[in-house]
Structure formats: structure tokens, C-alpha cells
């Protein structure tokens, strides 16, 4: 079985897609299914006669755009080729023959029970939220409902991130007192506001409680860490495969949806209280918004980025080196503490730099101390 793979450009080079990747080619493998990457920027140009041939006309999309995965759809739907796509949820009443997605309205449910029921916290504020994501219209649209049912103003608490972290922070500051708790979009947004709240002198979970989505090293090594709505992307690449292989062996007319589940962890950042809410069904929701805006471009979202790449890259040894580094060790003394050979050790500094995209050994550390000033390393 073949199993063709196109992913969004603007998605295609960060973790979160890597790991939905790793998840997609792990249970292909498995399976013994033969599965090819397309050239997301060309996937206009390709000749899917000749890609399919006796095949199914079936692919996978991965992305999270309002701004591009719709294109795709319709693309694809006009030349009667079906798609499963992954992390994203179209507002059009054209829906692709399956979809894979976490289960937002669930996990904002759960944060805001949680938060409320649990913490006691009313005052609750949205953070850095992208307009151009399908995941984050989801949860913003059941948020707003929630303010509403309460009878309060959802937007005088929600802070959008137009590719500006530091922006969505200074509108942010203006009205901190106001709020004591928020609910961050993701874990990289939650990483650099906890980064912008300690130089304002602004204490977590002291003054602020603060959540965030994902499931990343960061927000356990940030102090205090933080309070996370896990998100899988590897165990999203897994269903994907499974609903591919299920939707092959069924007539063109079928489609099928599959919701990955969140679990909350607490930390920290909401001072250890802990998770006694129940799972109750959550509203529905509806209405969307788009436009184009890529978070990724942000530099700060794209440094605290290759961070977590860098973490997810290393072994104890690897984090001694770190340790080492921003210590200022020299390099023979590195050697004899961590018994590795001169090669060996500049093998290791050299692989953790390429992951991070630096060049030289100034570079590097200028990039480490930056992590440890974030309180990553």
C-alpha cells in the first residue's frame, strides 16, 4: 500500500510536525506500507495519475493553516483525490474523507474546569493565540462561550499573537493585574511569558497561574514548570496511518473522524493543586475566522523552538557538555570530565550545533546562554 504524505511548508520544519512524521512513518514501517513525502510547494505540479496508478487516490495533510489547508482541499477534492488531514479541522461544509485531530474542545474544557473548580480562579485571560490556526479558532471559539455563559466580555481576555510574542505580551501587561490565571496556547508561548513575567517582577503561580498546550522538555526544566494540556503529535501520525489503511478497504462514499485525547499534568506554574474535575461533555463549537499569519516567523517562537529540538536531541552526556559549556569549561577539561576523546567530544558539540542551526562556536553559546536566561538549561 502506498501511502503519499504532504505537509504544509510553513509547519513542515518544527517539532510538532516532525514528531506527527515520525508517528506516520513509524506505523507505516510497521505495517510494511510504503509511504513518500511530497514537495509541499510543487504539490500543484505533480502528476498524481502517475503517483497513483493503480493505488488509491488517497493522501495524508498535515498542517494547521486557515490560510493554506483549505487550498488543499479544494485542490485535491476537484481532482477527485481523497485526504485524511492531520491537526486540522475545516470550517467548510466540504469535508475531506477522514480527519485526525487532538481533541481541543476537550482540553480547553478540562484547563478551564480545572482552573475554576480546582484553583479557584476566575479571572482567566487567553494568550498568544493565532488566528491563521485551526487548533487555536477551536479553542478560542469555546472559550468565548464559556465567557459568555458567565456573562463577561471574551474579548478583553484574549491576546492574539500575530507572529509577535513580545507584542501579545506588551498588550498583555497593560491589563496583567486584571487576571489571575491564563491559559496559554502553546507550550512556547508559555515558556516566553513566564520568561516576560519574571523581568516585570511578576511572580508564577504567586501572582499568576499559568497552562499552556503541548508536551514539551521546556516546560518541565522552566521554573516554576509549567501546568500542560499534553498534546501527542506522534500518537496523531499513528491513527492517521490506521484510518489510511481503514478508509482504503472502504467504498469512496465513507468518512471517518479521530479525536486524539489530552491529559492534563500539573506542575508548578498552578501551585501543585491538584486535578480532581471531572470529564463533563463539553459545547460544541462553531464559527471561524482566517487569515494569514504564520507564528512561526516570530523569532523569539522560532528560538524557543530549536530549544526544544536541541532537548529533545540530547543524552545525559550531551547535557553534562551543556552544563560544561555554559560553566566555561574548557574543552580539554570537558575531556576528562566526561571521559570521551577529543573527537568524540567535538563530534557531540558539533551535532548539537547543527540542530540549532549555528555555525560557529560564539554562535552556540550566545544560544545557550540565551537558554539559560529563559531558565531552559
Known amino acids: 500500500m502506498l501511502i503519499p504524505v504532504l505537509t504544509e511548508p510553513n509547519f513542515r520544519s518544527y517539532l510538532w510536525a516532525k514528531q506527527t512524521m515520525e508517528g506516520i512513518s513509524q506505523e507505516a514501517t510497521r505495517r510494511k506500507y510504503k509511504f513518500v513525502f511530497l514537495e509541499a510547494e510543487q504539490y500543484e505540479m505533480i502528476d498524481y495519475d502517475q503517483l497513483f496508478r493503480e493505488e488509491r487516490r488517497m493522501l495524508i495533510v498535515v498542517g494547521t493553516s486557515v490560510s493554506w489547508m483549505p487550498k488543499t482541499l479544494e485542490f485535491f477534492n476537484s481532482r477527485n483525490i481523497e485526504s485524511i488531514f492531520i491537526s486540522f479541522d475545516p470550517a467548510e461544509t466540504s469535508l475531506p474523507t477522514g480527519m485526525v485531530r487532538m481533541d481541543y474542545v476537550g482540553a480547553i474544557h478540562h484547563l478551564l474546569s480545572y482552573l475554576t473548580e480546582d484553583c479557584h480562579r476566575q479571572q482567566i485571560a487567553m494568550y498568544a493565540y493565532n488566528p491563521n490556526s485551526s487548533a487555536d479558532n477551536i479553542k478560542i471559539r469555546y472559550f468565548r462561550r464559556w465567557c459568555e455563559e458567565k456573562g463577561i466580555s471574551p474579548e478583553e481576555r484574549t491576546f492574539f499573537n500575530l507572529a509577535d510574542l513580545k507584542g501579545c505580551y506588551r498588550q498583555f501587561r497593560q491589563k496583567a493585574n486584571q487576571f489571575d490565571a491564563v491559559i496559554c496556547a502553546n507550550d512556547?508561548?508559555?515558556?516566553?511569558?513566564?520568561?516576560?513575567?519574571?523581568?516585570?517582577g511578576i511572580q508564577v503561580p504567586e501572582k499568576l497561574y499559568i497552562t499552556a498546550f503541548g508536551d514539551s522538555q521546556?516546560?518541565?526544566?522552566?521554573?516554576?514548570?509549567?501546568t500542560m494540556a499534553t498534546l501527542d503529535h506522534r500518537e496523531l501520525g499513528r491513527q492517521a496511518v490506521l484510518l489510511f489503511s481503514y478508509l482504503s478497504?472502504?467504498?469512496?462514499?465513507?468518512?471517518?473522524?479521530?479525536?486524539?485525547?489530552?491529559?492534563?499534568?500539573?506542575?508548578?506554574?498552578t501551585g501543585m493543586i491538584p486535578d480532581t474535575t471531572t470529564d463533563r461533555f463539553p459545547h460544541n463549537d462553531t464559527d471561524a475566522f482566517e487569515t494569514s499569519i504564520n507564528f512561526y516567523s516570530d523569532p523569539e517562537a522560532e528560538r524557543l523552538l530549536s530549544a526544544e529540538t536541541l532537548l529533545n536531541a540530547c543524552d545525559s552526556t550531551d547535557m553534562h557538555l551543556l552544563s560544561g559549556l555554559l560553566e566555561g569549561c574548557s574543552m580539554d577539561?570537558?575531556?576528562?570530565?566526561?571521559?570521551?576523546?577529543?573527537?568524540?567530544l567535538h563530534y557531540r558539540k558539533k551535532r548539537l550545533m547543527n540542530l540549532v542551526n549555528c555555525i560557529h562556536s560564539s554562535e552556540f553559546m550566545e544560544f545557550l546562554d540565551y537558554c539559560h536566561r529563559k531558565g531552559i538549561l
Open 333 to 344: 577539561s570537558l575531556e576528562r570530565k566526561l571521559y570521551l576523546t577529543t573527537s568524540a
Open 218 to 226: 521546556m516546560a518541565v526544566r522552566v521554573h516554576p514548570s509549567l
Open 249 to 269: 478497504k472502504t467504498p469512496a462514499t465513507s468518512s471517518l473522524s479521530s479525536r486524539v485525547r489530552s491529559k492534563l499534568i500539573v506542575r508548578e506554574s
Open 188 to 200: 512556547i508561548a508559555g515558556v516566553s511569558l513566564l520568561s516576560l513575567l519574571h523581568e516585570d
